[in-house]
């Protein structure tokens, strides 16, 4: 089971593809980040991160897009921003016909830590610790982005969570 | 000059092309909703607005697309969807290369009544007299895409304020 993971922003939309044989091993395919210029009107940058997720779909044909939840910034243009990003992506899902699960922040954390409350850095430890990575995938939306699928792949082997998240992503 | 507008939101989203023929005189060219099943998974949703937008640009192939900005609704969330929707909208506008516009809900009022702080029924009742209609386009979300659309032509034919309102879509 392939599943591409995706931390989306307008800047950097931090992505990760992560494969699991079903019997626990998973490993890295591939990390990285989809980066817009700020100096770019947001309908570029929004056809930039659209162009970048389709291109992912179409090389690594994944079984799932597992998408990080919006993060409610204090700023609400920032968040109103950040889900025109993620609106696109979604997009990009549907239009390849792939499952596409929605997972808040906490989700992702509980999924990989065991505790919804982890710091950034306990995230990043467990990942790299689970892929068997030499070190932490740089920069850090990189991260994110293979930590979204991960979690998607770690709770995949619950199939009621994962049956109640896909409900929760169609209300 | 053609203007499509658009007022985006998840469940409905309106729109309005709009004909100006330069000096002055505006006509409605069409106008309706892309409505969309709260039954279905956003995705779905945003898959069907986006195509909407696409068939819409496709088949009046207007010279500026021009969108209302998201309504800071009082529910987090739900603004966040509407960014969204938004997001897939521009993403149509960019693929289909043309010139897009973004304005504030103030400034389409100011542009079709002359005043930002108008009432929807002052909105309507102005752009059912200039474009000479029997009566108010309906649903009202239709009629909101006619105001985006009339709005930019309003201010279209005062070139500095048309060109810092690009500038502006630019920063």
């Known amino acids: 089971m392939i599943v591409l993971g995706i931390d989306p922003g307008t800047a950097n939309t931090g992505y990760g593809v992560v494969k699991g044989d079903g019997r626990g091993l998973v ?9 817009t210029s700020a100096r770019q009107p947001l309908p570029v940058r929004l ?13 690594h044909r994944p079984d ?6 919006v993060f ?49 850095e306990q995230v990043q430890f ?22 979204a699928a991960l979690a998607h792949l770690m709770s995949a082997r619950v199939p009621t969570l994962a049956m109640a998240r896909q409900r929760g992503a169609t209300a």
Chains 1, 2 share one sequence.
């Open 64 to 69: 799932a897009l597992s998408v990080e939840d």
């Open 47 to 59: 056809l930039e991160i659209f162009d970048g997720v389709t291109e992912l779909l179409a090389r």
């Open 126 to 147: 467990m990942l790299t610790r689970l892929l068997r990575l030499k070190s932490v995938p740089q920069p850090s939306d990189a991260a994110d982005g293979v930590a």
């Open 27 to 35: 490993s890295l395919v591939e990390c990285g980040v989809i980066r």
């Open 72 to 120: 409610y910034a204090k700023n609400v243009r920032t968040t109103v921003v950040l889900g025109h990003a993620r609106g696109v992506v979604l997009l990009a899902g549907q239009q390849a016909g792939v499952a596409i699960f929605e997972l808040p922040p906490a989700e992702i954390k509980k999924a990989v830590v065991g505790n919804g409350a982890a710091t950034k």
